[in-house]
């Protein structure tokens, strides 16, 4: 099989990295600057391409990437799809780009556009309020806890000091409810991959704030019993959050207030539209039941009685968790989406992403231990290195799953392909796998090949990023 596309990675085995620009021809430009003296230099060494080396250094850089606009990425999870262009072109609208300090008689489109947001989010996932604030997935389920901590403080329950997360969750739950102050408490999964009632029986108790909990979880598989988790929680005083990046799996079919959750956050950078990855753009926002409403983030939208748009400040808030109404243009691009797909276009979106992952699963070779499952699968590398397989995977020409997480299924390769892609590219996909596992170690262990950059070493460039340029000189 030859899936390498010389167009799109460079030759072959060639080192082609680009020289940073500053690495090339460098000008003296004189500073002439208004700025007080000891805040500017006198002269500066630039980098001075004519426009077209400019142009194409750019376009070579993008050329080394691999993004949705490239190929499948099936990175489980994060819902990497094809975000439609018309979505950028409102967020690019001339009218889009207002300062947001105007004055609010001023700002009545952008408060329109942001009040119709929170309502068609609300229905989306069944909620009574919703704030555009925080301004990732993460954000929101930190805000979701401050909100759950304040109505408990208010209700005289401020004991509550525990917060319950399955063991399959997402870092990010274990981290939002640590920084919000709270013990967390990890529960084991049933054998089945779903929650343990028993565990959880065990562990709720008069100091549980909260339930966090994604469904369908992290290995696709939906929580059957939800509505008992939301009973057992709601008898022990404490509030069931919903991690919502998984919503695409139930986008237009059910909604999470229905099943009994208090307070959910929506990853509109997966669900609906906006290029993400390496941690941004995105938007979080949060929705919540009546009872939770007032202690929304500062400021809030709201309809006045005159049909004009207002902000104002909920009455025991829990204040600003994002500098004005949150990340703007990634809040223009999902309610575009939302907007231009309604309610048949998202019901067919969570369709087709569960119909996808489950055609491709169909194909694969590789064991898928757990189901049924919705828009994502775990399937195991079994004896082969996860981490290798995904190495391997980048000389098809194809972007891997995300590896070795969640921890329940040996050597995981956690699939998610979208909505988006066709039955061929889902086919050239099942190839890519089903050849990388009939390979063996040492042809796993050497690759990737047919990539610009080979084996990186990706614990040092996590623990010491190079944020500077500055650095490499
Ligand atoms: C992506 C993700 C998050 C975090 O969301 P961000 O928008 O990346 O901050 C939380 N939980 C799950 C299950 C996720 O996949």
Redesign the pocket.
């Known amino acids: 099989m030859e899936h390498y596309d010389q167009a799109r990675y460079g030759p072959a085995g060639e080192d082609t990295n680009e020289p940073l620009l500053s690495e090339k021809d460098q000008t003296t430009v004189e500073v002439d600057s208004s700025l007080p003296d000891d805040l500017t230099r006198d002269e500066v060494e630039l980098p001075s391409p004519e426009e077209p080396e400019l142009a194409r250094h750019y376009v070579r850089l993008s050329q080394q990437n691999y993004g949705v606009d490239s190929g499948p990425y099936p990175l489980g999870?994060?819902?990497m799809k094809y975000n439609p262009r018309f979505t950028e072109e409102a967020a690019a609208l001339p009218d889009a780009a207002v300062h947001p300090d105007r004055s609010e008689d001023s700002l009545q489109g952008t408060l329109e556009l942001l009040g119709d947001l929170q309502d068609y989010l609300g229905r989306i996932g069944g909620m009574d309020a919703v704030t555009l604030q925080p301004p990732?997935?993460?954000?929101?389920?930190f805000t979701g806890i401050l909100v759950a901590e304040a109505y408990h403080e208010a209700n005289d329950e401020g004991h509550r000091d525990e917060v319950i997360v399955p063991d399959a969750?997402?870092?990010?739950?274990f981290a939002s409810a640590a920084l919000g102050g709270y013990d967390v408490v990890e529960i084991p999964s049933g054998d089945d991959g779903r929650v343990d009632l028993e565990a959880l029986e065990a562990a709720l108790g008069e100091n549980t704030a909260a339930l966090m909990l994604?469904n369908p979880n992290?290995l696709g598989l939906f929580e059957r019993d939800i509505e008992t988790i939301a009973e057992m929680v709601h008898d022990a005083g404490g509030l069931l959050y919903y991690?919502?990046?998984?919503l695409n799996a139930l986008l237009g079919r059910a909604r999470p207030g229905d099943m009994g959750f208090d307070i959910m956050?929506f990853?509109v950078?997966?669900t609906f539209a906006t290029p993400?990855g390496g941690?941004g753009p995105?938007a979080?926002p949060v929705g919540v039941t009546d009872e939770l409403a007032d202690f929304l983030p500062d400021p809030h939208v709201r309809e006045g009685d005159a049909g004009d748009y207002e902000l104002y400040t909920p009455e025991h808030s829990v204040g600003k968790v994002h500098g004005f109404q949150g990340n703007w243009p990634v809040l223009v691009k999902a309610f575009a989406y939302i907007d231009r797909l309604g309610d048949d276009g998202l019901a067919d979106a969570s369709a087709k992403a569960v119909l996808n992952a489950n055609y491709l699963a169909e194909q694969l070779d590789y064991e898928i231990p757990l189901g049924p499952f919705h828009h994502e699968f775990v399937a195991s590398a079994g004896d082969q290195d996860a981490a290798d397989v995904a190495k391997r995977m980048l000389d098809y020409g194809v972007h891997p799953p995300t590896t070795k997480w969640p921890e329940l299924v040996d050597e995981a390769l956690m699939t998610e392909p979208t909505e988006v892609e066709t039955k061929d590219n889902l086919d050239d996909l099942a190839d890519a796998f089903n050849a990388v596992a009939a390979e063996d170690d040492e042809t796993l262990e050497s690759a990737p090949n047919r990539t610009t950059a080979r084996r990186i070493d990706q614990t040092t460039a996590a623990r010491n990023p190079r944020l500077s340029w500055h650095d490499l000189e």
């Not at 991690?243 to 998984?246: C, E, H, L, Q």
């Open positions: 999870s994060c819902t990732a997935g993460a954000a929101g389920e969750a997402h870092g990010t739950n994604t992290t991690d919502g990046a998984n956050h990853n950078h997966k993400h941690g995105g979080g």
